[in-house]
């Protein structure tokens, strides 16, 4: 073991933690130690279970089964909360501070100092500076957190589980939207941290990262554990492999339906929309099947958005069947034939209080009128029905609240309502996140369907798997740019290799200190 | 899968017929207090000192299923039913009703338009634009009372169609109208889709601000029309015309389970939750008790109504 205090005491010893949800096993069996002053990387692909199990820690989720030892004693957390108390803190993607409330306030929040019932400013002042002393921090006390960077404020974070005396902090993909310089200084910290006998553990996709801060690294695959390597003797090769498992053979391969030789039916040109969409052009031709996949936060959402006028472009182009158009708002695509299926279907594709019919009905509303807008009911639930059967979906009638629907049968709402809009390009965004495996199938035999009726498909998803499954093309996104393009029958490694970053030399064992 | 959907049915059925079955509750138990409750005279009675409410409360429905709330619909109500016995000098009575439907509707663009285009929180704008409009009917009315003496204009209020008062006519009307606005027009389609979902709605291509603030204008027609009704029904009005009744609007509305976070809701339910507010105080009127504790139960009405839904709402 290079450097650091790592001992071999644990702090956490988790064994045979099992979690399902109705129709997936999330967690199967998963057993694996986290020592006093380690930094353990979590490690494992969209979907591998990584986020169920820290919840299963931490009491977010209550584990079917497995036991944990935590600092030698046996415990099961009820909630986030309780688990916060005894000392194992999580840092969440999301930020969870209160931005108008002072760094102080908030690293205190809950657990306020107080002098005869009341706040003891002078006592928390005198904790804080104590605590600024111990680790290293310079954060100015009295700044709103709204005042500071984002990276300050991940910093803030981790003082806040600091002044509870925290053992283990999870830290969920801590550098996701820190420049290169604040994640060093997060490394800084994190390493003064394991000189302190704080274990972390650190989920991420970023293998450099990986290499640079950690001990070790577990790997976790569709809610089994691969393995657990110490980092120092291990490569990069080696990970991916194990992150990918067997090569998928894309057994149900489909004939393609793509007309190259026409005119594309969208084209973007040098398309931007910063921060997260740098540089984009792409070509989508008339029944094809474009996948795009990348990393979270590489701007595959934010290029739906642009596409679908949700958000303006910067600079750049966009076509339409080579005609220039303006997309301000999504009145304009959906005019000029484009849909959206964004990837919140949830906040942002249904009106769950809405009965299915009406969610169906309502971008093409317009066709359901007789006379000045006065609707015919009779005759939006027949086409509803119509598309209700097409696409299978399972409801109790047509007059229910979309709410009551599974993820599976709403995410279908949400295609049937664009569907009728006869659009000419369907952009899908994470349209299987969520959702149990038959749902995903039957979608993705949607998605076939429409390429062979004449239809375009963008799809968009952060499971090369899926991407793989379903288009006729696929293209990588990473910071905003694509990086590379590969045909059907492309290996799955080869396009996560693209998708974690650049090329990979084998047995990098470098580890920076 | 089935079983959500079964008890969804369930809570969904009280859900809808609650108020219903409230209302149903109370009139037998009124009935058997005092004889004359369900008497003609006092059923039609009922009834009419509903109608200005009542029709006040049909935009506020609009309004709060759009997500939005409007406060200044008292103030408005004082201001059109100034102005149409003021206009009266100028003009007859029906042109003169028309053109406070149409200030109505120009309040309710502004109303609308604050929300919507300058974002600032409905409660607020309408607050603001509360305090312009009464300040605008003291300007107008000089702080004194008008006075309006004709008998076409004084059949809104007081006249009758065979042995149904006028008022009641319209007020029926208009619920029928509103409630087929809500549930047969894409303008209606459309006010539920943005309460319940702007952003969704907004993806979905529906032209947002416009359809807001349509349901502000909504309101601020409706408002109208109760202010011509209170001026027939008068034949004169004070420059504290209509104080108050913004808030029993609401009141009618929500207690005819309109979401308060909006998305949700019926006229005709509101038309219940109008009459159940004035049976209330016409029973306590006839048992005799205070009017102070009318107040005191009115209020607990209205947080039994919206509490057992938002309790609900939050549980599941």
Not at chain 1, 17 to 23: A, E, T, Y
Not at chain 2, 129 to 155: H, K
Not at chain 2, 242 to 249: R, S, T, V
């Amino acid at each position: 073991m290079p450097g650091g205090k790592s001992g071999t005491r644990n702090i956490i010893e988790i064994r045979n933690f099992s979690k399902s949800f109705p129709g997936v096993q999330a967690l199967k069996d998963v057993s694996m130690d986290i020592r006093v002053g380690e930094v353990h990387a979590l490690l494992g692909e969209n979907g591998s279970g990584k986020s169920t199990l820290t919840k299963c820690i931490v009491g977010a989720y209550h584990r079917d089964s497995g036991t944990m030892i935590y600092d030698g004693v046996e415990s099961s957390f009820l909630s986030p909360a309780e688990s916060f108390k005894n000392g194992i803190s999580v840092i969440y993607q999301e930020r969870s501070l209160i931005p108008k409330l002072t760094v102080e306030q908030n690293v205190f929040l809950g657990d306020e100092l107080l002098s005869a019932g009341l706040l003891s400013g002078k006592q928390m002042r005198k904790r804080y500076t104590a605590l600024c002393e111990k680790f290293g921090f310079d954060l100015p006390p009295d700044e709103k957190i709204y005042g500071l960077g984002v990276a300050q404020q991940k910093l803030v974070e981790i003082m806040k589980a600091l002044s509870r005396n925290s053992k283990v902090v999870i830290m969920d993909e801590p550098t996701a939207s820190l420049s290169k310089q604040e994640a060093d200084h997060l490394f800084k910290i994190i390493r003064d941290l394991r000189e302190k006998e704080i274990s972390i553990l650190y989920i991420t996709h970023i293998l450099e990262e990986v290499f640079r801060i950690t001990d070790r690294i577990t790997i976790l695959r569709d809610g089994r554990k691969v393995s657990t390597l110490d980092t120092a003797q291990t490569g990069k090769e080696e990970i991916v492999n194990l992150m990918v498992g067997e090569v998928f053979h894309d057994a149900e391969y489909i004939s393609s339906y793509a007309s190259y030789d026409r005119q594309p039916v969208l084209s973007a040109k040098n398309v931007v929309k910063l921060p997260r969409v740098r540089d984009i052009s792409l070509d989508i031709y008339p029944g094809e099947v474009l996948g795009i996949t990348g990393l979270t936060g590489s701007g595959k959402t934010e290029l739906a958005r642009v596409l679908f006028g949700a958000e303006k472009i910067e600079s750049g182009e966009i076509f339409v069947e080579g005609r220039r158009v303006d997309l301000n708002s999504p009145v304009d695509a959906i005019r000029a034939g484009i849909a959206l299926i964004p990837e919140d279907r949830k906040s942002d594709g249904l009106v769950l209080l809405l009965e299915v019919f009406k969610n169906i009905t309502l971008p093409a509303i317009g066709e359901f009128t007789v006379g000045p807008g006065l609707l015919s009911v009779r005759r939006e639930y027949v086409k509803s029905q119509e598309y209700h059967k097409r696409l299978n979906i399972r409801s109790a009638s047509m007059n229910q609240q979309t709410k009551y629907l599974s993820g599976g049968n709403q995410q279908k709402v949400v295609i049937a309502k664009w569907l009728l809009t006869n659009p000419k390009l369907l952009i899908m965004d994470e349209a299987t996140q969520g959702i149990d495996v038959k749902a995903k199938s039957e979608i993705y035999g949607i998605v076939r369907e429409l390429a062979e009726s004449g239809f375009s498909v963008l799809f968009i998803s952060s499971e090369v798997q899926e991407v793989l499954r379903v288009s006729d093309r696929i293209l990588v996104t990473r910071d905003g740019e694509i990086v590379g393009e590969f045909g059907r029958g492309t290996r799955q490694d080869e396009i996560l290799r693209t998708t974690l970053g650049g090329k990979i030399e084998s047995s990098n064992r470098q580890v920076v200190r | 899968m089935s079983n959500p959907g079964a008890s969804s049915k369930i809570t969904g059925f009280l859900g809808k017929y609650k108020i219903l079955i409230a209302f149903l509750v109370l009139i037998i138990v009124i009935s058997f207090m005092t004889p004359n409750f369900l008497s003609w005279r006092n059923i039609i009675n009922v009834f009419r000192q509903s109608s200005i409410i009542g029709i006040m409360a049909i935009g506020a429905t609009f309004v709060i299923i759009g997500g939005g709330f409007d406060i200044s619909v008292g103030s408005l109500l004082a201001l059109t039913a100034a102005m149409v016995v003021g206009l009266q000098s100028y003009m007859h009575w029906f042109p003169a009703m028309l053109v406070v439907l149409l200030v109505g509707a120009a309040f309710g663009v502004a109303n609308g338009f604050l929300t919507s285009k300058i974002h600032i929180p409905p409660i607020i704008a309408t607050l603001g634009t509360m305090t312009i409009i009464r300040g605008i009917v003291y300007m107008y009315t000089g702080g004194y009372p008008l006075y309006v003496d004709s008998e076409g204009f004084a059949f809104i209020g007081n006249g009758y169609v065979g042995p149904v008062p006028f008022p009641i006519i319209l007020l029926l009307a208009l619920v029928a109208l509103g409630q087929f606005i809500l549930v047969r027009t894409k303008f209606g389609r459309y006010s539920c889709a943005i309460g319940g979902n702007k952003e969704a709605a907004r993806l979905s291509g529906v032209k947002v601000d416009f359809y807001i603030i349509m349901t502000f204008v909504m309101g601020g027609v409706m408002a109208a029309m109760s202010g011509v009704v209170y001026a027939s029904r008068l034949l004169s009005v004070t420059p504290l015309a209509g104080q108050g009744y913004e808030l029993d609007a609401i009141a009618s509305a929500v207690i005819g389970g309109t979401s308060v976070s909006g998305g949700e809701g019926s006229v005709l339910r509101t038309l219940i939750g109008a009459l159940l507010l004035t049976m209330i105080t016409n029973a306590f009127n006839l048992i005799g008790i205070d009017l102070y504790v009318q107040y005191v139960f009115k209020g607990l009405v209205i947080l039994a109504a919206v509490g057992f839904d938002s309790f609900y709402k939050a549980r599941s």
